[in-house]
């Protein structure tokens, strides 16, 4: 009984350790958007949208914050990458518009 009770204890804490590790963000179903890179600055990019499920904002010029919420995160980026962003599914309505609250930035490959 004491040794059920030591593993039953040990257990318990490498479980609650194991939830102290980075937060896990599931992007299925989170709102994203593809483009084109055009500049790329120390705290932004800036893409030209040219997703096609989203027509209504097609070649649309949009700031994106490399303040992104995944620490493992790719911020590295170039003029002429593709990429995918994933993000909270806002879009300031002022012009230029900005993309604030990034969870993720991947390159699209083609």
């Not at 040990?10 to 958007?33: A, I």
């Not at 904002?57 to 303040?67: A, C, E, N, P, R």
Request: aromatic share 8%.
């Amino acid at each position: 009984m004491k040794r059920l009770m030591i593993v039953l204890l040990l257990s318990l804490c490498l479980f609650s350790l194991s939830s102290c590790r980075e937060e896990q963000w599931d992007m299925v179903g989170s709102p994203t958007v593809c483009g084109t890179v055009e500049a790329c600055y120390a705290d932004k990019i800036v893409v030209r949208i040219t997703d096609e499920e989203h027509p209504e904002i097609i070649g649309l010029q949009v700031y994106v914050s490399l303040d992104v919420r995944m620490e493992d995160s790719l911020v590295r980026f170039a003029p002429g990458d593709e990429v995918r962003v994933y993000y909270n599914g806002v879009m300031s309505d002022r012009d230029p518009v900005y993309i604030n609250e990034v969870f993720t930035i991947e390159k699209v490959r083609k």
